[in-house]
């Protein structure tokens, strides 16, 4: 019993050191070097002279993808999967009241979220995820002061309580990249 709890141990060891090969944490993100599936359709979110995000969603019926957030490193030629980010400094937002719909004149919602449930863990998985709905930034910003990427979530919505903010070092995204 106890050569095959030692053999049990061992071999789980095995497979937590070749996971964490293939995946790598990096402060801010933990991230993968993949790239989208040659038969998805990235919708590109934000792109400048070092590199290009694309979002892949779920797809529709005839043609299912798999969701994903990639990065594109234009000088190394590679890609990078973000599988989390962190929450620290993080603003987690919730969908908008019937009533915070009214006073700002917008209709409600179609459907509800609440990230702030989030809070208690140090990492979100990436897309973020609610009742089925994959939730991608709608605006990326970079911050060179910060060195770092800005994801801001229902931006458009123009509530406070409604959007959610994070963010990912760059330096921790090319470490990842340089990594692997």
């Not at 009533?99 to 509800?112: D, H, K, L, Q, Y």
């Not at 930034?137 to 406070?160: C, H, T, Y």
């Amino acid at each position: 019993m106890k050569r095959l709890m030692l053999i049990t141990i061992w071999i789980g060891l095995g497979c937590a050191c070749a996971l964490a090969d293939q995946m790598a944490t990096n402060g801010s993100v933990v991230a993968t070097t993949n790239a989208p599936a040659k038969t998805d359709r990235p919708r590109q979110l934000y792109e400048d002279q070092e590199l290009r995000i694309v979002a892949v969603d779920y797809g529709n019926q005839a043609a299912p993808q798999t969701p994903g957030f990639y990065v594109f490193w234009k000088k190394r030629q590679n890609w990078v999967r973000i599988d989390k980010v962190s929450l620290k400094g993080a603003i987690l937002g919730r969908s908008p009241t019937f009533e915070e719909c009214r006073v700002a004149g917008t209709s409600p919602c179609s459907i509800g979220w609440d990230f702030s449930t989030l809070a208690k863990q140090d990492y979100v998985e990436f897309p973020l995820k609610s009742d089925g709905f994959l939730f991608f930034p709608d605006k990326v910003e970079r911050n060179e002061e910060k060195g770092q990427l800005i994801l801001r979530f229902n931006s458009g919505w123009k509530m406070a309580p409604v959007e959610t903010v994070l963010s990912v070092s760059l330096a921790d995204l090319k470490r990842i990249t340089e990594q692997n």
